[in-house]
């Protein structure tokens, strides 16, 4: 009996396990538009003025790239990536439930946001 259900089980489990592996229509696109947001998030953290530590900057926590955009707002700078970020989180959403033509949208406002 247990035989008969284990190949069963492990069928069922690679089912599961495959379902958020699979690629929505334009992550490709997502992770492109993501790598050159870092960078202008990177470059601009770079070029401006300099702020005060968080408290999770002191607690040894690492930036995420939405916190640094935060900071940078709040020094007068940033927005722009901050504006990208959230173009960027429309795409995923749009990405996830299948909307090809709103992802690729979105993508697009979050590279003209950067320009």
Known sequence: MIL??????????LAVSAGPAIAGPCAAQIDAAQAAVDARIAAVAAAGPTGTESRAALLNRQPTPSSIAQAEEKLGEGEQAANA?????????????????????AVLEARRMLQ
């Open 4 to 13: 008969r259900i284990l190949p069963i089980l492990g069928a069922a489990a």
């Open 85 to 105: 970020l959230a173009a960027l989180q429309l795409a995923r959403k749009a990405d996830s439930a299948g909307d090809k033509v709103a992802c690729e949208n």
